[in-house]
């Protein structure tokens, strides 16, 4: 992997802000999990900075029990937050333009944060790269393991909170990066570090496209289903199994690639599916 030509990747970390970052999600599926928390903590060199984010966020289908059990935070905790896509949008115009952001095996949390901010309408989802801790503290320090807990336990870092809460996680993040920084020379630059280390510590987010699929007239109780939250009974072409109707709740329209597909949430089994809309041969809104 070649490093991408970012100037922010030039600055010293005495000039640079980073964004130390923790979600905690819908699930393990990167492109249909939302966030339900995200929490920040800006550093500069190899201090950490006052300057925090945290909020809860209501996602747009309820969180599965195997994602509670790992974070605890349920649909009772959420049911007063703001959407999902709102917090996402302060989180980027609090962030700013001009940082660089920073997870602990940031794989999921970037790609996660990314299509979260598609959905939200932010428009660059590319400027979400991030210096991944895990890979970087393999690479730097000598631990039992590399888990985060671990590393704040061996660089003294005492949690504050719960872990596995996006604001405890994240303040371990920044603890444990600054360190980083210090031991390595905050007069360098992420560059320098990246070189040094493995340029796969640093984490860039999928391409995907913002473009929203056009529905043909035939599908437009799909298009009056989004706008009024109601679920729809669609009739889904299949070569393999055979034609079969299911009953979900449109959440969004996106393409991969050149397919354009419905993000939908089934009652039935309790879980986010995508469906091609080129073989979706009808559909019927319910009230």
Request: aromatic letters at 6%; hydrophobic letters at 45%.
């Amino acid at each position: 992997m070649n490093l991408p030509s970012n100037p922010l990747l030039n600055k010293s970390f005495t000039e640079l802000e980073i964004v130390c970052f923790d979600i905690e999600a819908t699930g393990l599926r990167k492109a249909t999990a939302r966030i339900v928390e995200i929490a920040a903590v800006k550093i500069r060199a190899a201090e950490i900075l006052e300057d925090t984010f945290e909020s809860l966020c209501r996602p747009d289908y309820p969180i599965p029990p195997g994602a509670i059990r790992i974070h605890h935070i349920t649909d009772d905790d959420v049911a007063g937050a703001p959407e999902t896509h709102e917090v996402v949008t302060r989180f980027f115009e609090w962030a700013g333009d001009d940082c660089l952001f920073a997870a602990h095996n940031a794989h999921y949390d970037v790609e996660v944060l990314a299509r979260n901010a598609m959905r939200a309408g932010v428009s660059d989802t590319q400027r979400v790269m991030a210096l991944d801790t895990l890979g970087w503290s393999r690479r730097w320090l000598e631990a039992r393991n590399y888990k985060l807990g671990t590393l704040a336990r061996e660089l003294e870092i005492e949690p504050e909170g719960d872990l596995h809460r996006a604001l405890c996680d994240a303040r371990l993040l920044a603890g444990i990066a600054a360190s980083m920084i210090d031991g390595f020379g905050v007069e360098k630059t992420p560059s320098d570090l990246l070189k040094l280390i493995s340029p796969e510590a640093l984490v860039l987010p999928p391409e995907f496209s913002t473009a929203t699929p056009e529905l043909p007239s035939r599908l437009q109780p799909i298009t009056d289903a989004l706008a009024g939250g109601n679920q729809v009974r669609i009739k889904v072409a299949d070569r393999r199994k055979g034609d079969y109707a299911a009953i979900v709740r449109p959440l969004f329209l996106l393409f991969d690639g050149d397919t354009p597909l419905m993000e939908a949430w089934s009652e039935k089994l309790g879980e986010v599916r995508n469906y091609p809309l080129d073989r979706v041969i009808a559909a019927e809104e319910l009230a």
